[in-house]
């Protein structure tokens, strides 16, 4: 028994010793490493930073939101392509004309946040009945014999007429918002 306590000591100390060295090149090594990322964000904090300059060109505007209706109002056919002139000469403001155009135009306000609202909610709405009826497509062309799944066709065939209507009912929202755009324009311009 002597011989395997003596053995035991000694594979104790030769896996202390191997440890030792270890655990100290280790320290070191992340010292070295915190020190460098240190010194690497003193650098970075002197370093300017250039200014980031917004133009017509870097503005990304998606197709189907909302500052898109706004940008694509000119196209709209039909639409006058300059503002009407006041009559010339200053008009006549009384203090009741202008609390009933401050009225008006609070009123304006509020109806075009509500809309852009449901034009938003349309548009989620949507985007939500296109990737349903994907999902729904593949799983009916996945199937062997999907040509005599009457009740997937007419599923899918119910669901493309859901989104078509959805489409129409975003078109109706966006030429109102232009409608009421324009309208709100027409009145800030009137005010003097």
């Known amino acids: 028994m002597p ?16 440890f030792v060295p270890v655990a100290s090149s280790q320290s070191q090594d992340s010292q070295s490493v915190a020190e460098a990322a240190r010194r690497a964000r003193e650098k970075k904090k002197d370093a300017a930073k250039p200014t980031k300059v917004i133009t ?11 500052q898109s ?7 709209i056919a039909g639409a006058p392509d300059a503002k009407p002139q006041a009559a010339s000469g200053a008009p006549n403001v009384t203090p009741v004309n202008a609390a009933a155009k401050d009225e008006k135009k609070e009123r304006l306000k509020k109806e ?30 996945s199937q062997p014999n999907y040509g005599s799944d009457t009740a997937g066709k007419q599923k899918l065939d119910d669901e493309k007429q859901e989104i078509s209507n959805k489409q129409e009912e975003v078109a109706r929202l966006k030429a109102k918002l232009a409608d009421l755009q324009r309208e709100m324009g027409e009145s800030s311009s009137s005010q003097p």
Do not use: C, H
């Open 3 to 18: 011989r395997s306590i003596r053995f035991r000591i000694v594979f104790a100390a030769i896996l202390a010793a191997a």
């Open 69 to 75: 209706a706004v940008a694509e109002e000119p196209k």
């Open 56 to 66: 017509d060109e870097t503005l990304d505007v998606k197709k189907g939101d909302v």
């Open 112 to 141: 075009l946040t509500d809309l852009k609202e449901q034009i938003k909610q349309s548009l989620m709405d949507l985007d939500l009945l296109q990737r349903e009826n994907r999902l729904d497509q593949d799983a009916y062309y």
